[in-house]
């Protein structure tokens, strides 16, 4: 398997192989970390990372996993470059790409991080746009895998806003490695149909399901996986708060819920997540529709403290992992093998 001098952009340009190929690497990777094994394989190489939006996790997996491999790396966050003010995204890619062997993208628009990719001559990685995710899918999967032993049949149910970055990336990845996939929310908040299709055909190839659902309790039976992600996403004006807790506080991921899963079942979340008044946001939304909405009156919103903290929450194993799959992707695309 040879994907050296590729992008990754969206997980729809990766066949089921290559991404089994990405995760059996990430796991090799995390062995050979745990045991001690430098692996300083790129050490005359360079990247660079374009954040327009904050992060802890993409930021610090790209630093990690690219320092791990010896690599030198660059940091350029919301106001440092000229791109987007003085300089187009087009003559941004040819200038960094003359300089740099690999660079990561988080930004908005999905158009953003493909015009890096066509014009950069060096790989481009997206680090999250308004569209897609596909790097916490990796890591999302490789964790599966360390549960359960497998991804094919296990039963995925995603609940929140299914046609954000972490819905689309999900229900597309789970189509490719075999998952059957549930989508919990209100009608409104479903994907693109379009892209559902997409991914039914894909899914048919590997005999699994994609099935969407109000019913939080239909959507929860016999899941193996359940998964929540923010109701707001970054980028979204803070206006939709209000909207998005009415569509969505009904469908808070609570014990109830878990108990309706299976007795195996694990909880995920890409992190971060509202589950108490400990942030600056859970607190000013406890204090603004706790009365309204009691569900949040604690700052608790797509999970309750409760499940998060419990046994069956895996979602710091999930985050470490981002780094483990993060620097998987980055030695594939700029190296031919690993051994
Ligand atoms: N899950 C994730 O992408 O986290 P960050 O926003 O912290 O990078
Ligand atoms: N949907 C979330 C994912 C964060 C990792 C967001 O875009 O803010």
């Given amino acids: 398997?040879?994907?050296?001098?590729?992008?990754?952009?969206?997980?729809?340009?990766?066949?089921?192989e290559e991404i089994t190929h990405l995760i059996n690497l990430s796991a090799k990777l995390k062995e050979d970390k745990y045991n001690g094994k430098e692996h300083k394989?790129?050490?005359?190489?360079?990247?660079?990372?374009?954040?327009?939006?904050?992060?802890?996790?993409?930021?610090?997996?790209?630093?990690?996993?690219?320092?791990?491999?010896?690599?030198?790396?660059?940091?350029?966050?919301?106001?440092?470059?000229?791109?987007n003010t003085k300089e187009s995204v087009k003559d941004t890619a040819r200038v960094l790409g003359r300089m740099y062997d690999g660079i990561e993208f988080r930004g908005y628009k999905q158009s953003d991080v493909e015009a890096l990719g066509a014009n950069a001559g060096v790989p481009v990685w997206n680090g999250l746009t308004d569209v897609y995710h596909?790097?916490?899918?990796?890591?999302?999967?490789?964790?599966?895998?360390?549960?359960?032993?497998k991804l094919k049949g296990i039963n995925f149910t995603y609940v929140g806003d299914s046609r954000n970055n972490m819905g689309n990336s999900l229900m597309i990845g789970a189509a490719k490695q075999g998952l059957n996939f549930t989508g919990v929310a209100p009608k409104e908040l479903w994907p693109d149909q379009k892209l559902i299709d997409t991914c039914l055909e894909i899914a048919k190839e590997h005999g699994s399901t994609?099935?969407?659902?109000?019913?939080?309790?239909?959507?929860?039976?016999?899941?193996?996986?359940?998964?929540?992600?923010?109701?707001?996403?970054?980028?979204?004006?803070k206006e939709v708060w209000e909207t998005r807790i009415a569509q969505l506080n009904e469908y808070q991921v609570d014990m109830e819920m878990m108990n309706n899963a299976k007795d195996t079942a694990i909880f995920m979340h890409c992190l971060p997540a509202f589950h108490g008044k400990d942030t600056e946001v859970g607190k000013k939304i406890a204090e603004g529709f706790g009365d309204k909405f009691p569900k949040?009156?604690?700052?608790?919103?797509?999970?309750?403290d409760e499940v998060i903290e419990s046994e069956c929450s895996v979602v710091f194993q999930e985050a470490e992992n981002r780094m483990h799959t993060i620097k998987a992707v980055m030695l594939a695309t700029l190296r031919e093998s690993y051994e």
């Fill in 1 to 16: 398997m040879n994907l050296k001098g590729r992008n990754f952009i969206t997980l729809l340009d990766f066949t089921s």
């Fill in 41 to 83: 394989v790129l050490s005359d190489k360079n990247v660079v990372l374009l954040f327009q939006k904050d992060s802890t996790r993409t930021r610090c997996a790209f630093e990690v996993g690219a320092m791990d491999l010896g690599m030198g790396v660059t940091y350029l966050g919301p106001n440092g470059s000229q791109m």
């Fill in 134 to 149: 596909p790097t916490q899918i990796l890591a999302d999967f490789l964790t599966i895998k360390e549960v359960f032993g």
């Fill in 210 to 237: 994609i099935h969407f659902t109000e019913d939080k309790m239909e959507g929860t039976k016999n899941a193996d996986v359940v998964y929540a992600d923010v109701w707001v996403s970054m980028g979204e004006p």
């Fill in 296 to 304: 949040v009156k604690n700052g608790e919103m797509e999970v309750t």
